[in-house]
Structure formats: C-alpha cells, structure tokens
C-alpha cells in the first residue's frame, strides 16, 4: 500500500497524485516551537508501507530540513520504501566552485537528501551532465512534450527561442514536437539580477509569434532581456514558457508590462500560470 504525504506549497499536487495512482492521501502536522525549531509528527501509520513524500523546492531551506527529519523518521517508524517527489530541485544552479571558498550546494544538498527514490522535472543539469551523479537514486522526467502539447493546442507559433546556451534541451526538442525550429540565443549573466541577451545581427522576427523557452523564470530577467530583443524584432506575438515558475519580485507581472502575451509554466511549483500538468507524468513513474 502506498501513502502519498503533502508538504507545505504542494499539497494540491500531492492530492492529485495520490487520487491519480490511488493512493492514501496524508499530511503531517508541522509546528514551531515558540524558539523556532520544528515539531513534526505523522497522523497516519506508515509501518511496512510505501511513502511517498511530495515537497518541491522552490524557497528550499525550510522545506529541506522537513524533509529531512520526516524521512528520518519514516524510517523509524517502519516505512517500507521512502520516495522523494520534488517537482522543482532547489540548488542545482549552484554546481560549481564560482569563487574559491564557495559552497558547491548541489552536491551538498544530494548528501543531506537520500531517499530510495528521487523523482523530479527537468532539473537545471549545467555542469553536472547527470542528476546521478548529485543524487543517486533520483530519476528525471521531462515536461517537454508536455510544453509541446501545450503550445501546439492554445499558441499559434512559428518559432521557439532558447534565451541562452542551456536552454537548447527544452528549445529544440519543444520545437521539433511543434514542427517549427529553434533559435537558441546567448546570455551574459554579470549578477543574480542582470543579465544580458545577445541576438545575431541578421536575425529577423518580424511578423512571426515567437515562444521563449526555459526551464525556470525566477527573477525573471533572463526571459525579460529574450522578450525585448524579441520585440526590437519586431515580433507579432511573444509568449513565455517556463517549466519552474518561481515568479520572483514579481517576475510573471514584470513581463505581462512589457507585452509578453501570455506567461505559462508547469504545476511543479503552485501558481496561477501553472497550466500545464505534470501530475501524469509523475504518476507513470510512480505505478
Ligand atoms: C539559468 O541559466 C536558468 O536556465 C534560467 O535561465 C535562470 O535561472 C533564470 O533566472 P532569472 O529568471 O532570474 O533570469
């Protein structure tokens, strides 16, 4: 028997999961003490059973330590099987020693977090070419197909186009499942906060709807920078598509001003642009 359990920021997924996969729905009772440290208890008996917790990522640092002592404690309690969906990984971006001194937080978080499985959605592999090698039981799903399906129903596009070098993984396989093409453009990143976008001099949008692509918009400038290039262009449309909405100071409202007609992503991290469902695709990894 499996029981699914939802963590805070994504208990509706996790209630779609387990009536997906028909499964027990649970939740835990999470407190704080009036010193700040965590009080966790299960309300449901998790003995020679399957446990799958759901959490995605995004404001990780709370999550992360929930996390930690629930699946220590499932163990403790005599759960069968632990398995971590985590729709959004949270650190993946920190994959290298930038600076000497720095913390390589990815590989940190892949110790703190063992679980027989790790399920999540398109996590920004960078330098590390393969989420194994961060965590070793955790499988990636993809949602490009998902995207695909999504812009193929309710966008009428003629051309897809990756803000910057990483991007190729979404662009181009989006963009063959929707039979168009991709143009993959490059990004300076100089701070958190700025970026800039450079287009090839004889590159012309004019007159054509344009979807940009990523896998996540956080701050929102990477997509920002891609949409005004776009616009100078002279696109028709631009819309925006990202697979991890994390809407940072207001990133999806910053773009909605500048004429970005539509700013969709998946349901990994709850929202209200969060249109597309990736309820399915964890559900088959999880029967
Ligand atoms: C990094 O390269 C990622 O693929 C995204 O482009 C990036 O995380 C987006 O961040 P922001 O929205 O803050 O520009």
Redesign the pocket.
């Known amino acids: 028997m499996t029981i699914v359990i939802g963590f805070p920021d994504s208990k509706s997924l996790a209630k779609k999961i387990a009536k997906q996969i028909k499964a027990k729905y649970s939740e835990l009772e999470i407190k704080k003490f009036p010193d700040n440290e965590t009080y966790i208890r299960f309300k449901i008996n998790v003995k020679g059973k399957d446990v799958v917790f759901v959490q995605s990522l995004n404001n990780p640092n709370e999550k992360i330590m929930n996390l930690i002592f629930a699946n220590e404690t499932a163990k403790d309690l005599g759960a069968k099987r632990i398995i971590l969906v985590a729709p959004y990984l949270a650190y993946m ?1 920190q994959d290298k020693r930038f600076k000497p001194g720095e913390c390589i937080s990815s590989n940190i978080l892949g110790k703190l977090l063992k679980f027989d499985k790790i399920i999540t959605i398109d996590p ?1 592999l ?1 330098r590390h070419k393969n989420l194994k090698k961060v965590f070793s039981h955790a499988v990636s799903l993809s949602s490009n197909k998902l995207i695909a399906d999504y812009i193929k129903k309710n966008l009428k596009s003629s051309l897809i186009i990756g ?2 070098s ?2 190729y993984q979404w662009a181009e396989e989006i963009a063959k499942y929707v039979k168009s093409h991709a143009i993959i453009l490059k ?1 300076v990143r100089f701070t ?2 700025k ?1 800039k976008i450079k287009v090839k001099n004889n590159l012309s949008l004019k007159n054509k709807d344009v979807v940009i692509v ?10 920002i920078e891609a949409a005004k290039q776009a616009k100078k262009l002279k696109a028709k449309n631009v819309y925006c598509i990202a697979v991890h909405g994390l809407n ?1 100071e207001n ?1 999806f409202i910053k773009l909605k001003k500048l004429g970005v007609k539509k700013i969709v992503t998946t349901n990994t991290i709850a929202s209200k642009n969060g249109l597309i469902d990736i309820t399915k695709l964890i559900a088959k990894e999880l029967i």
Request: proline share 4%; net charge negative; aromatic share 0%.
């Open positions: 971006r920004h960078h803000p910057d990483e991007s990004k958190s906060k970026v990523d896998d996540i918009i956080s701050t929102g400038h990477t997509m940072i990133a």
